[in-house]
Structures are given as structure tokens and as C-alpha cells.
Nanobody
Framework: QVQLVESGGGLVQAGGSLRLSCAAS?????????????MGWFRRAPGKERELVAA????????YYADSVKGRFAISRDNAENTMYLQMNTLKPEDTGEYYC?????????????????WGQGTQVTVSS
């Protein structure tokens, strides 16, 4: 069973930066370990649905960003350390929310949260104006 632990959230002023980390352990139901599955960062803003903010393929060669974060956020992964990152720069109040990392073990490369099978507990990011 995959376990995901997010860290790095906090309170920051608008224009500031944060770096989120997601440490993974275990195997998926299909037997994949960290270097074998795609991953994503989701955000649940107050009063809104959970949305995919950024995603990265198992190899790290392809990435996806929501339009709202393009040019400000950068997703990366270190397969040797079983850790994924989200560097968030020029933060805005609308970036406030609970951030979750998640695993797409079948490599569907889809924005739908239902295609991600494993989830962390989340880390809160609050951006003050």
C-alpha cells in the first residue's frame, strides 16, 4: 500500500514562495513503486472542488500545469529519494487551500481526481494579501 506524506505548507504573504514536498513509500496494488507511477498535486480551495494544479509523469519528462499556476509553480520529482516537490512562487491569495499529492498508478494522465488512487493527508497553504 502506498503512503504519501505532504509537508511544507504554511502561511505566507502574497508574492512569497513555498516549497511543498511529498514523500512516498510502499507499492501500489499493481506492484509499482515510486519511479513507476505518475503523480499530481491537487488543491482544494475553500468552497471549491478539488482541482489538479500540476502533474508529472513517472520519469519526470512530462509535466502539466493548470492555467492559473503556469509560470509560477514548478513540479519535480526525485526518484532516488521517493519524493515529489511543488515549488510555488509569486503566490496569490487565490492559491490558498489544502494541497494534496496523489498517485496515478495506471499512468492515465488525466485531470480527474477519480483517476488517482492514493492520496496524502494534505498540507494547508494560506496566502495573505
Amino acid at each position: 500500500q502506498v503512503q504519501l506524506v505532504e509537508s511544507g505548507g504554511g502561511l505566507v504573504q502574497a508574492g512569497g514562495s513555498l516549497r511543498l514536498s511529498c514523500a512516498a513509500s510502499g507499492r501500489t496494488s499493481s506492484g509499482r513503486t515510486f519511479s513507476g507511477y505518475n503523480m499530481g498535486w491537487f488543491r482544494r480551495a475553500p468552497g471549491k472542488e478539488r482541482e489538479l494544479v500540476a502533474a508529472i509523469t513517472w520519469s519526470g519528462t512530462s509535466t502539466y500545469y493548470a492555467d492559473s499556476v503556469k509560470g509560477r509553480f514548478a513540479i519535480s520529482r526525485d526518484n532516488a529519494e521517493n519524493t515529489m516537490y511543488l515549488q510555488m512562487n509569486t503566490l496569490k491569495p487565490e492559491d490558498t487551500g489544502e494541497y494534496y499529492c496523489a498517485v496515478d498508478q495506471w499512468r492515465l494522465w488525466n485531470m480527474d481526481p477519480k483517476t488517482y488512487e492514493y492520496w496524502g493527508q494534505g498540507t494547508q497553504v494560506t496566502v495573505s494579501s
